[in-house]
């Protein structure tokens, strides 16, 4: 199992450089001077601005040549250094702002998984208990249609005409802890529905893969009733695919998504992405790419972890 | 020569009976574009091939062009068919229909699995109506005015039942109606240029690193998981900004026979490429897998032992064994496609001004809401039409999944 660890971890390695090289090459092409944005083209004359960029340009180090750029670059990361903003909040460090957005993005995304977790494997249960039958062939239905809404079209009609027609939930807003809970129901609502479909698909498909198995026919054969052997037997053997795919999720989920985020006024990661993105804050996109792909990296190698503990046999491979 | 034609007897028409009578029949009637689109892109592929055969083998009475001509007649007589639901037969390129005793083969099991399921039917004739409205759209027969915007006629409620505003108007008076059905072809292309794009290059990176192992494998691994690490819509944005931005691709780009016959904005078509080029991970980690378990069957020791070159036994012999992964992840990378350019369209990078797309008119409607009384049709009008489709590709996926996984068959 040591051996497995670090072999996994060494995997890591190369797959980080090449997401700092990706990101650098993106920026470097969607932005070759970085200082010219910083700068702008307001406030003095032509030779003024362009002294001042070349200042700039001296004090970011875009004036060096691309691989001293990105040594100076991966130096920034080892120490964690990530810069300070430029437009969104001006002069602040981009690590505390990411800090102050992971709790709201958490705050809609813990709940609205757990609710979709748990209705997607009751629902999913439940297909395969009915499986071919109306019911299960109903419900997979209207889950996947439900999924096949785009979420801004669930957004505009939600908030138009659940939240400001019918002033069934409040439209906009967001406040930190348990009194936050009523402004997050429709986004969370909003979430369960988008998501459900796939998830339902998913574990439907996964309670249905084990129950062909062998030792499932043993237990029907040893006279089990069906209700104990899809209860007791498959759902155990389901929650290890169940478990991964949580631990996956899990960095989505500090992430957090983009247009319910904006839309609702939640200042999680989401909504601040899309800032940055709109308003060319280079040091907030840089550091989310990069914090981002840590996470997926550290996660993956967490499920796997996890896989390898569970089953000997992906350890030998 | 006589025995070559002896051989084509025409497909016998299956008789239909029982329960999906009614729906295949539809599913039959309305399937023609799609068996339209099958012969002439079979037609047209296979006519240059056989050219380049003719041109070889001169007018050599076996294999010269007047034989396979007819062959080829037979086999998009038999392609139309099979996709019309008419004849359960696999159309084969050579034009030969199957023998008493050969085999059926796989996808003619996965067909006659489908063809029971009545969602998997209802599902496929609404592909084909959207099929049919989009080429209808694309050809300029209906929705012409699209992009004509009409002062006098602002924000026309539907059923005004005059004119072009069959659904009512936009906020500077385009037809909605016009402008969802105009966007059922930029949907088709959307969908089937990024799935298109991004099933050839994970299948063969995904074929290439299950096939050869080692290190091959080792750097394709490398770049896929370096890639799905980087957030996707940071990547797309900031590719689609990079090809927005560039001068000389947006002359080349709108002096090309592109921007004449597809008629979408240098835009849209980049986000296409993007989307195309950033989502073949999923294919290629699939296709990949299924590779390394294929590639130490016996068909494939045989193969390398009769001496069949590497290139054919991976694209000829073991590619046809997992082409159905690479059908399920086309179909769903289509929708995927779809739905993404509602977001990257709310964002701010793709469609361009005078251009009609669900995603643009999703994005405009919020607008709409805004005013009283409420606009409500151009956003019921784009959710709708873009509902119908994702959905019915879905269901039909799931069918396809079931239709295809052998497991299924006691």
């Known amino acids: ?317 | 020569m006589t025995l070559a034609v002896a051989r084509h007897v025409h497909a016998v028409d299956l008789p239909v009976r029982g329960r999906g009578a009614v729906l295949s029949r539809v599913a039959r009637l309305v399937s023609w574009p799609l068996a339209l689109l099958y012969v002439l892109v079979g037609f047209g592929w296979r006519l240059l091939a056989l050219f380049a055969r003719g041109l070889r083998y001169g007018t050599h009475p076996e294999r010269g062009l007047p034989e396979g001509l007819r062959r080829l007649r037979q086999h998009a007589e038999q392609g139309a068919r099979y996709l019309g639901f008419a004849s359960d037969e696999v159309p084969r390129w050579n034009g030969t229909l199957r023998q008493p005793g050969e085999s059926y083969g796989p996808w003619h099991e996965a067909r006659r699995r489908l063809k029971r399921n009545r969602v998997a039917l209802v599902a496929w004739i609404g592909l084909a109506l959207y099929l049919m409205v989009g080429i209808a759209a694309q050809a300029g027969w209906i929705a012409e005015g699209y992009g004509q915007a009409d002062k006098t006629a602002v924000y026309k409620e539907p059923g005004y039942f005059e004119g072009p505003w069959f659904f009512g108007t936009d906020y500077i008076g385009h037809s909605v109606g016009a402008m969802a059905l105009r966007g059922t072809a930029v949907a088709l292309w959307i969908g089937t240029f990024a799935a298109v794009v991004s099933c050839l290059i994970g299948g063969i990176l995904g074929a290439l690193a299950g096939f050869f192992g080692r290190w091959v494998d080792d750097l394709i691994v490398w770049f896929y998981t370096t890639l799905e690490s980087v957030p996707e819509i940071l990547l797309v944005v900031a590719a689609a900004y990079v090809i927005k931005t560039n001068e000389g691709l947006r002359d080349t780009y709108n002096a090309s026979f592109l921007k004449e016959s597809l008629g979408l904005s240098l835009g849209l078509f980049s986000i296409i490429l993007v989307i195309g080029l950033t989502s073949w991970t999923g294919v290629c980690r699939q296709v990949r897998g299924e590779f390394i378990r294929q590639r130490d069957l016996d068909y494939v020791t045989a193969a390398r032992a009769l001496g069949v070159p590497t290139r054919r036994i991976i694209f000829r012999h073991v590619f046809p064994n997992v082409m159905h992964l690479v059908l399920i992840s086309f179909s769903l990378l289509f929708i995927g496609a779809i739905k993404y350019e509602v977001v990257l369209t709310f964002l701010g990078v793709g469609v361009e001004p005078g251009e009609a797309s669900w995603g643009r008119m999703i994005d405009q409607a919020k607008l709409d809401l805004l005013s009283e009384p409420t606009k409500w049709w151009q956003l019921t009008a784009a959710t709708a039409m873009l509902f119908g489709l994702v959905l019915c590709v879905n269901l039909f996926v799931d069918a396809l999944r079931d239709a295809l996984d052998p497991r299924l068959k006691d």
């Open chain 1, 1 to 317: 199992m040591g051996f497995y660890i670090l072999r996994r971890l060494l995997h890591a390695i190369p797959v980080l450089l090449g997401v700092t090289l990706i990101t650098f090459v993106l920026f470097h092409v969607v932005c070759p001077n970085a200082a010219e944005i910083l700068v702008g083209t307001k406030g003095g004359t032509g030779e003024e601005i362009k002294a001042r960029i070349a200042k700039e340009s001296a004090r970011l180090g875009t004036d060096q040549p691309l691989t001293v750029q990105y040594g100076r670059f991966l130096n920034e990361l080892v120490h964690w250094d990530f810069g300070q903003s430029w437009r969104l909040q001006k002069g602040r460090d981009v690590i505390d702002m990411l800090g102050d957005g992971v709790g709201p993005s958490l705050m809609l995304a813990v709940p609205a998984f757990l609710i979709e977790l748990l209705l997607a494997v009751s629902l999913a249960l439940f297909c395969a208990y009915y499986r071919n039958s109306v019911a299960d062939i109903t419900t997979v239905i209207v889950t996947v249609a439900m999924m096949s809404v785009p979420a801004l079209s669930y957004i505009l009609f939600g908030q138009y005409f659940l939240a400001h027609t019918w002033n069934m939930f409040p439209v906009f807003g967001y406040q930190p802890g348990l009194a936050g809970l009523a402004t997050l129901a429709l986004p969370i609502l909003i979430w369960v529905a988008l998501a459900l479909g796939g998830e339902v698909r998913f574990y439907r498909t996964v309670m249905l893969e084990e129950m062909r198995k062998d030792y499932v026919r043993t237990a029907a054969s040893k006279g089990l009733s069906t209700k104990r052997i899809l209860f007791k037997h498959v759902f155990k053997n389901g929650m290890i695919p169940l478990i991964t795919r949580v631990i996956v999720t899990v960095p989505f989920l500090m992430l957090g998504s983009l247009l319910i985020e904006r839309f609702f006024g939640i200042p999680g990661l989401g909504s601040m992405t899309i800032d940055a993105v709109n308003q060319n804050d280079l040091p907030v996109i840089k550091a989310m790419v990069v914090i981002s792909a840590i996470l997926l990296v550290v996660f993956n190698l967490i499920t796997d972890l996890c896989y390898a503990l569970v089953d000997p046999r992906v350890r030998l491979k």
